[in-house]
Each structure stands twice: as structure tokens, then as C-alpha cells.
């Protein structure tokens, strides 16, 4: 059973708009959640983080939310530029980002329109 | 400063031979993390390394096994290569401070013929 769900395989978003990507998961003992963008024929590269203790991380275009208690978080890209198209991974820890195993969902492919 | 880097980029085996991939982490980092990705699919962890140590293990068979040198770097072998081994092997490398997140390679695409 998958502990780590992206339910949107794709999204298209206008160039400027507002993407929003959704990932739910179904461990509580998930401390640590990060979002990783991978282009085709690249690694994954770190997006952005957030530790259990908080609800809100920002950084520049991008802003990661974590609901507990509703096992959800997303992460909102405003606004949205034609560099931003890739696929999005949602990934969670029981040990902290960099201890541990990391388990992924399956992606979000997204697609920033001009 | 460099990133991660793996070699091979790209290798293709046939069924039954074995394979090493090797991994060089971020200066500095002295954690090693290897993951599997089949298409369509997101990273799934394999093993993690520090201190030369196994830290961790995925749901992989025993044909799957890793190791960690003094300088940090990292190999993983696959003996009794089947078809479904044909993925993108990413290797992650990471501070060990809890908090911090790892960062990966570009990967070696590994085809079994």
C-alpha cells in the first residue's frame, strides 16, 4: 500500500498563474516532508522542506502546506513560469530529510503553458 | 562546489550478469543513499550508507548490495541481473544533520537485455 499518494499524474497551468500540487499520505509517524522537481534525464533536484512542527515554509516562488491532521500537504508555485514544467515528486521521512529512507509518491507531471 | 556524481551514465547488461555503479557524494557529505526508479514510478529506496556503515535497507532481494569507502564514495552491485533490474539507479548524498535533505545524482540507466 502506497504510504505516499500524488493523485494528479498531470496538471497544465497558464504561464503567471497559480500551480498547486497535492500530495496525502498515510503514515503519522512521518516527521519531515520535502517536494523535488526532476527534469527529463536529471536527477531529482531539492525543492523545498518543511519539518511536522510547522504548517507553512516559503521560499521565493514556492510555498509548501502541511494540514496533520487531514495527512495532506501541497506546494503552490506563484506565479508560474514555462521553467517550472517537470515532474514534481512529494517525499516523506520517519528520521529528519537526510537519516533514513526517503519514500516517494509517484509524481506530478506539470506543464506551465506561455 | 560539485554535486552528486555517478558513473556509468547509461549501461545495458543482459540477463544473469552482474553490474557496479559507483556514486562520489557532496563534499563534505558522509552520507550515501541509493534508490530505484521504474518508469512511472517515484525513487524507491534501496540502501543508506554512513560512516561506512549500513544505516538502512529497502524491500530488495540479497542480489542487491552496497558499500561505503573512507572517501565517502559509493558502489552498488546487482548479481543475477533480471529484466525488471531495468531502472534508473539514483544515488543521494546528505549531510547526516536530521534536518537537511539529500541531494541527488543524475542517475545511471541500467537496460537488461
Known amino acids: 500500500d502506497q504510504q505516499v499518494k500524488q493523485n494528479s499524474p498531470s496538471l497544465s497551468v497558464q504561464e503567471g498563474r497559480i500551480s498547486i500540487l497535492n500530495c496525502d499520505y498515510t503514515?503519522?509517524?512521518?516527521?519531515?516532508f520535502l517536494w523535488y522537481k526532476k527534469y527529463p534525464a536529471e536527477g531529482p533536484t531539492f525543492l523545498i522542506s518543511i519539518s511536522s512542527i510547522k504548517d507553512k515554509n516559503e521560499d521565493g516562488r514556492f510555498t509548501v502546506f502541511l494540514n496533520k491532521s487531514a495527512k495532506h500537504l501541497s506546494l503552490h508555485i506563484v506565479p508560474s513560469q514555462p521553467g517550472d514544467s517537470a515532474v514534481y515528486f512529494c517525499?516523506?521521512?520517519?528520521?529528519?530529510?537526510?537519516?533514513?529512507?526517503?519514500?516517494f509518491g509517484k509524481g506530478t507531471k506539470l506543464s506551465v503553458k506561455p | 562546489d560539485a554535486g552528486v556524481t555517478q558513473s556509468p551514465t547509461h549501461l545495458i547488461k543482459t540477463r544473469g550478469q552482474q553490474v557496479t555503479l559507483r556514486c562520489s557524494p557532496i563534499s563534505g557529505h558522509k552520507s550515501v543513499s541509493w534508490y530505484q526508479q521504474v518508469l512511472g514510478q517515484g525513487p524507491q529506496f534501496i540502501f543508506q550508507?554512513?560512516?561506512?556503515?549500513?544505516?538502512g535497507r529497502g524491500n530488495f532481494p540479497d542480489r542487491f548490495s552496497a558499500r561505503q569507502f573512507p572517501n565517502y564514495s559509493s558502489e552498488l552491485n546487482v548479481n543475477a541481473l533480471l529484466l525488471g533490474d531495468s531502472a534508473l539507479y539514483l544515488c543521494a548524498s546528505s549531510p547526516r544533520d536530521t534536518n537537511q535533505p539529500q541531494h541527488f545524482g543524475d542517475g545511471t540507466r541500467l537496460s537488461i537485455l
Open positions: 517525499a516523506a521521512s520517519e528520521n529528519g530529510g537526510s537519516q533514513g529512507n526517503l519514500i
Open positions: 550508507y554512513y560512516e561506512k556503515e549500513e544505516r
Open positions: 503514515n503519522s509517524m512521518f516527521d519531515y
